[in-house]
């Protein structure tokens, strides 16, 4: 049986007194041994900062394996559970405090999944957010492999004292390559 | 708190209110009819539709690029008891008092795209109240707030992939996305599946909807067949007796990518 998906629809100008929670940021407790910032900027295709945009992350532990506990809502700062959620601000700006994740696949290039949501994008877009790491590894990688070498930077975060850095560009020259997971 | 404002104002071809409902319906039909000839079926919504004019900067120019999930991606979060109250999906009874409106039930299944039940995980909702008003300090539209709706929700699917929500049938409202612009009723839902890549935010419609012709965000589906999958069913059998009416409305989420065997040795 093969049924035909529902559409999606823009998060909209509202969700912010509803998606958005205490602590959805907050993958692990700032200051925990290994904790670092995950943050970036919205962008759209002027360069102007997206000032309503939703950004969920979800990602394996520092071991590279993929948990399955609850308790992401109302976090309880013991469980990692892998996934966190949090608008923008004003300046278009998020961030996120996690730990770096592992590769589920030992050797392989470790990343965090993303979605994307905003007023004005009619579906949420899904990306990648690599660890910076060596050409060897990236090269490797059979998605980064993929992409043409001039937009590849767009999926790779840079370091700064605090982290990550990730900024997401909906459209523009240096816009993010978003994915599309449908068979082929 | 010193925040930074954005340097520049949002463009102006979003929310200046700036054109008349009859350019935006007749870019509406040119699409529609563009979409006819293409003798295409497009499933999903387009990203790139300037009549929804917020849109205009905010959507990619390049295709997707294709991707075979692995990892993460094959796999979704768990939500469970400790993050989700089941009086949480109940939005009348968040307040002291009853809210005003149509007391109605919302429920369906949570399927994957071959029509197994997506079970145990999260459907979030929040909506308007009955007079078209959010709580939301962005909403200015001067319709009265209800001070026993709040207008959001939560639950958990069932074994089975059923939802259920007791709420109020939310009010059209204006926006300024052209002049007179207004929104068909409508639920925002947002679903998870058993992998990262079914990700779903989308908006459940009511039958009938005058304003479906006219709303550039329901018509950003060019296909009626996908449109039509976003209105619920009216329900007698979900109707209760002297206290609610109801409708069904069932979400189909794309095809998974882990096979049986590994959803059970999971
Ligand atoms: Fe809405």
Redesign the pocket.
Known sequence: MSLAPTPGQTV?P?FGFALPYAGGDRLVPPGQPGAIRLHGRVLDGAGDPVPDALVEIWQADPDGRVVQQPGSLLRDDWTFTGWGRTETDRTGRYSFTTVEPGATTPGAAPYVAVTVFARGLLDRLLTRAYLPAPEAVLASDALLASVAPDRRHTLITTRDEHGLVFDIRLQGPDETVFLDHAPD | MAAVTPSSPPVASSDAAASTQEEISAEIDQLSREYAASGRVEERVRLDYPPYRSSVLRHPTKDPHHADPEGIELWAPVFGQRDVDPLEADLTIQHRGEPIGERLVVTGRVLDGEGRPVRHQLVEVWQ?NAGGRYIHKRDQHPAPIDPSFTGVGRCLTDADGWYRFTTIKPGPYPWKNHRNAW?PA?I?FSVFGREFTQRLVTQMYFPGDPLFALDPIYQAITDQAARDRLVATYDHGVTTHEWSTGYRWDIVLTGSHRTPFEEESA
Request: charged fraction near 15%; aromatic fraction near 16%.
């Open positions: 909209g509202f | 308007a929104r409508h925002h």
